[in-house]
């Protein structure tokens, strides 16, 4: 047997970080507080109708509390999740082409780096950082401004969407590099074309943050899990009496768990232990964009690429 993973297992399972547990306890005791009300009424005798009522409401709602609930919900909730995910992948593709292209077309000498190159790859790092804190709704912080100029610090602190501000500064980056021969129109037309790929995959995380579940449905969905816990009592109370008070708090545990993990991931974009790992997404941006930085020779230079002989070249001018 392997103590690890059983170890990891059993940590996982009484893992209170990241559950839900500790956000539904006050429901799961609310309708436990009513099933130990309908026990009370049972043991003194006075219910007559309860079993009769228990079976309307459960087996009403119960297909569609399933069907609703355990299908649609936590199927959709996934999916905004993983659609983040992608979103936020792409990103890091895309800064990875950007900054390697970048990197080999753009070379500088070693006595002499490009100021100006570094200064567009850190606008890659800066983007990343600023869609995070876009996405959080937060102010630029002293990681982004170090990234950047004073100046553009300022212009960032009062732009409604900063993310967008540094695309435009990467453009102008472009459009100098061309004109100051450093790279041509195609390479240019490349690296443009991952920038907009790049505000391609901002912009589906805002799709996702700003588009949530339709709030009739959240009502709808409430309402049938309040009338199926609710109706529980009444189904089991005269049957199993006392235990009714257990099973109705697995039960209701069981669905408001389920839907509260669906509420979780709707916006997988903070910094909940069931939100996306952004931060280390940006530090791996980060990483990538200082190794692209870090080549300073030129192509020639490179230790790596064979270099022709003297001679080589004294052989193929005596065969000429």
């Known amino acids: 047997m392997d103590t690890p993973t059983q170890s990891n297992w059993l940590a996982t399972t009484f893992r209170l970080d990241g ?3 500790g956000i539904i306890l006050p429901r799961i005791l609310a309708f436990a507080g009513f099933t130990f009300a309908i026990c009370s009424l049972d043991y003194w005798g006075y219910p007559i109708y309860l079993k009769e009522i228990g079976n309307l409401t459960t087996n009403v709602v119960y297909n569609l509390v399933l069907g609703l609930l355990l299908v649609f919900r936590t199927n959709t909730a996934y999916d905004r999740f993983w659609d983040g995910r992608k979103a936020w992948g792409m990103l890091v593709v895309n800064s990875r082409n950007f900054a390697r ?7 500088s000498p070693k ?13 890659l790092v800066a983007f990343a950082l600023a869609t995070k804190l876009h996405l959080r709704s937060e102010p630029i912080d002293k990681q982004l401004q170090d990234l950047i100029t004073p100046e553009q610090a300022q212009i960032l602190a009062d732009a409604k969407h900063p993310p967008l501000q540094i ?11 061309l004109q100051q021969g450093h790279i ?3 390479q240019a037309s490349n690296l443009d074309q991952s920038l907009s790929q790049m505000i391609e995959g901002m912009s589906s995380c805002e799709r996702i ?7 009739a449905y959240r009502i709808y969905l409430k309402r049938l899990i309040l009338i199926y816990c609710i109706g529980l009592p009444f189904r089991w109370v005269p049957d199993i009496h006392g235990w009714a008070l257990p099973m109705v708090a697995v039960v209701s545990f069981i669905l408001l768990g389920l839907e509260e993990v669906g509420r979780e991931l709707d916006n997988p974009f903070g910094q909940d232990a069931n939100d996306l790992p952004i931060d ?8 990538n964009v200082d190794q692209a930085k870090a080549i300073n020779a030129t192509i020639s230079e490179s230790p790596l690429i ?4 003297p001679n080589q070249s004294d052989l193929s001018l005596t065969a000429s």
């Open 19 to 21: 559950s839900v547990a």
């Open 306 to 309: 064979p270099q022709e002989s």
């Open 184 to 186: 041509d129109s195609n």
């Open 111 to 123: 006595t002499t780096p490009s100021t100006d190159r570094d200064a567009l790859l850190n606008l």
């Open 280 to 287: 280390d997404i940006c530090q791996t941006i980060a990483d």
């Open 167 to 177: 695309t435009f500064w990467i453009g102008m980056h472009l459009q100098q590099a």
């Open 209 to 215: 943050r700003s588009t949530p579940l339709p709030i």
């Open 101 to 107: 292209q970048v990197a080999l077309l753009w070379p």
